[in-house]
Nanobody, 121 residues
Framework: QVQLVESGGGSVQAGGSLRLSCAASGSGFSINAMGWDPQAPGKQRELVTTISSGGNTNYADSVKGRFTISRDNAKNTVYLQMNSLKPEDTATYYC???????????????WGQGTLVIVSP
């Protein structure tokens, strides 16, 4: 069984920075795409940034130029550097991973438990 565990959330003033981490644990797997989904109340699930196993990245317009996603494949970890934070970035940030299970040869979508980010004016 694969688990994703986020860390690094907290409270910050507008204009500040935070760095989130998400580590995958388990055995017999590798991870294809990884990403982050900030869930505010009433908001639908949406990955605002993703990174492929090869390092190709994508960003939603709302975070482009402010957020940077990166990953360490050897550690099965994805990071999110958030700069120039705005109050509207306040959300619970969920980590996503497309898990390739070697013994089954199939993929599944995995999500972490979330880490809360609060940005005050």
């Amino acid at each position: 069984q694969v688990q994703l565990v986020e860390s690094g959330g907290g409270s910050v003033q507008a204009g500040g920075s935070l760095r989130l981490s998400c580590a995958a644990s388990g055995s017999g797997f590798s991870i294809n795409a990884m990403g982050w989904d900030p869930q505010a109340p009433g908001k639908q699930r949406e990955l605002v940034t993703t990174i492929s196993s090869g390092g190709n990245t994508n960003y939603a317009d709302s975070v482009k130029g402010r957020f940077t996603i990166s990953r360490d494949n050897a550690k099965n970890t994805v990071y999110l550097q958030m700069n120039s934070l705005k109050p509207e970035d306040t959300a619970t940030y969920y980590c996503y991973g497309e898990i390739l299970r070697w013994y089954m040869g199939t993929t599944l979508d995995a999500w972490g438990q979330g880490t809360l980010v609060i940005v005050s004016p």
